[in-house]
């Protein structure tokens, strides 16, 4: 009787340990396949936003880029824009176009020689710092890069309504 019960609980180890073999094998996989990804930030990529030669001193130009995401297996390109701008120096200046108070989109307005957030009232001056409102910090700048005449950056989100500037 005592042979009889170490061999079933021999077997019913053995059965155990293949079905989490199987299971390890299987699962480490589909957990790389499925979960991972998620975890992985995307990598920015330069994008083109045009010539040099849209530019005027002193006067931003809203340029629009698209920007191509990648979700699983699904590939979507979005429009974005972005705010340029030379300053006197002949320094090229990109912002995000999305205001830091509430996330809202701003414009610029000639005649006051500021950006303006119609949504509550934030006014930012050429270079992106406060003048007037909520906003919590100045306009969020991008990188830029020269390419010959052609104008570069890294488009990117920010996180609105707080004091320092965080990346989504």
Known sequence: ??????????????TGAIAALVGVTI????????????????KPVWMDIGPVEALRTGVPTELELVLSVKDGWHKTNKKKSVWAAK???????VYSPICTHLG?????????????????????ALDGK????????PLDRLPVKMDGDRILTRYKEFKAGISRQIAL
Request: glycine share 10%; hydrophobic share 35%; net charge positive.
């Open 27 to 42: 699962g480490i996989p589909l957990a790389g396949y499925t979960i991972i990804p998620a975890f992985k930030r995307r």
């Open 130 to 137: 406060v003048i007037k409102g909520p906003a919590p910090r």
């Open 87 to 93: 300053d006197s120096t002949g320094q090229i200046i």
């Open 1 to 14: 009787m005592k042979e009889h019960e170490g061999r079933r609980r021999f077997l019913a180890r053995a």
């Open 104 to 124: 809202c989109g701003y414009r610029w307005v000639q005649k006051k020689q500021s950006f303006l957030c119609p949504c509550h009232n934030s006014v930012f």
